[in-house]
């Protein structure tokens, strides 16, 4: 079971401090004592459900909580229940036994992570048995459960978010509790009944699942599937680019674009960071991984020596240290500042396994984070586009430029087979969000499709979602009513931003 601490009513604010609430009661979960895992599960999922029951019943929404770390207001509740999961945080190996027989998928390829696990925590329990993730986003403080609601991803091209990891899911309502699985399984009967839960098999419920933005249930447990462990060789430094080098990564030709700037071969990861004052006459940041095999004998590298922090995040962070006027040569100062490890392809290299290319991030108070997500083909098409109407909005701070593959989950922003994640990260000014507002309202004007990240500002409402996501909306709508057909049950979940969103 887990302890439930109260920690009473008081005023929360997300990690960020861009949402604040006013909490009935701010609820701590903690692991209990059980030793045997199956039974800890179920006792933890059965103290999750009499807690949603007793809320039903009193009629106070609940907000289960990972980290805090979305920007967005999808996880404050006014006079409610605000439920922190950080320290359901075990993670377990499982045996070829726990598996059903139609299960593809090796047992030493699983791992099995408590919700509030964060991402740095799974990192280590998987480099503990030789595996490692296949992608993450550029921090690690996530609770994993957290990171999957909302799509959390990075730069590795060749993969999805963090939700692609996920091949079943402990999802706890009022009513039940179930483990959500893909048609073919996965989980054997056996173990599901002894984690206290029923079976939900299909592809459709699952896709749902995988990304549910807090509005599904609760999550207490996920099964994880992970790689053989693996190396990277990063090299991270900063260079101007030409016009024809967007016009190559739009058209994907990476190991292209790496010759010119990195090493030789394919880059596992590739990120550009710009000045949008100048993109082409400042120096960017570029950041390129490459994968190499495991050797236990390289040490971990010393703090920042993968260029673990300096997302955009933190260069914003540095260049709010040197002035609340964000002008290009300022902000081409911070830029370069945030990037003084350099690692060139002449430099002795810096290799290290996946878990150590990102680290702990230390809170800044008060940003702003807006994305777009659209078809990696298109970037071309829209680069001026997009860099001109920030500008011309106000926006005057990074905009990055990421890659993935089409992720999993009904809801995934990244649903073009490629596609490109352009970030905008600056202060939470009005400035930042005209920017914003204006890249919007350029991408529509010219018919552009996009969608944005569910975790980060995104002026997004029920008509819009219903209009980016179409059939895969409604199927979403269709599964939450699978697991929650009781509206009374879906409304113990709601918030003003998920009513907003159409979600609730
Ligand atoms: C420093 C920083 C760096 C970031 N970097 C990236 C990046 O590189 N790429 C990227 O895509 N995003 C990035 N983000 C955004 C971040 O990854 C997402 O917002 C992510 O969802 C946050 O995870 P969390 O655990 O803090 O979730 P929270 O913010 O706590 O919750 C997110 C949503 O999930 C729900 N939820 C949480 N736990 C559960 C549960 N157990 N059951 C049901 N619902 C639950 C919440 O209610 C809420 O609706 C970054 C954010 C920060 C602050």
Known sequence: MARIVNLGQQVWSNYHQTAECNLKARIELINGDEKNGRAHLKGVAETVRDLLREARQYHIPVRPVGAGWSPSPINVVEDGWLVETLRLNRTYKLAAKDLHEDCEVAAEALLLVQAGATVDEVYESAEEIGRSLRTGGASNGQSFAGACATGTHGSVWQAGGIQDHVRAVQMVTPERIFWISPEKAVLSDAFIAQTGSEIIRDDRIFAAAQLHVGAMGFV??????????YMVQNIQKAAKIKREHIDWLSRGEFRKFSNAFGLNESPYFQQVILNPFDPFDKKCLLRFLYKRPFDPNIPPPPPRDMGAGYDALTLLGK????????KGAIMQFAMEQGYPDNRDVDDPPAIATWGHTTEEHAPIASLFNGSVTLDRNRLSEVFDLIINNFRRGG??????????????????????????????????????????????????????????????????????????????????????????????????????ELVKLGLI
């Not at 207490?220 to 462990?229: F, N, R, V, Y």
């Not at 922003?413 to 490629?418: E, G, K, L, R, T």
């Not at 997004?460 to 979403?476: H, I, P």
């Open 220 to 229: 207490t447990a996920m099964l994880i599937e992970t790689d053989p462990i």
């Open 319 to 326: 260049a709010m240290a040197h002035s609340d006027l964000f």
């Open 395 to 496: 926006g005057g701070t990074v905009v990055t430029l990421r890659f993935v593959r089409q992720a999993a989950g009904l809801l995934a922003p990244a649903h073009w087979p490629d596609n490109v994640v352009i970030d905008f990260d600056g202060p939470n000014i009005e400035s930042s969000h005209s920017g914003y507002k204006k890249v919007i309202e350029a991408l529509d004007g010219a018919g552009i499709p996009f969608t944005r990240h569910w975790g980060k500002t995104n002026n997004l409402d029920e008509q819009r979602v219903k209009r980016d996501y179409g059939q895969n909306f409604a199927d979403w709508k269709w599964a939450q009513a699978q697991v929650m057909p009781d509206p009374a049950d879906r409304q113990v979940f709601a918030n003003e």
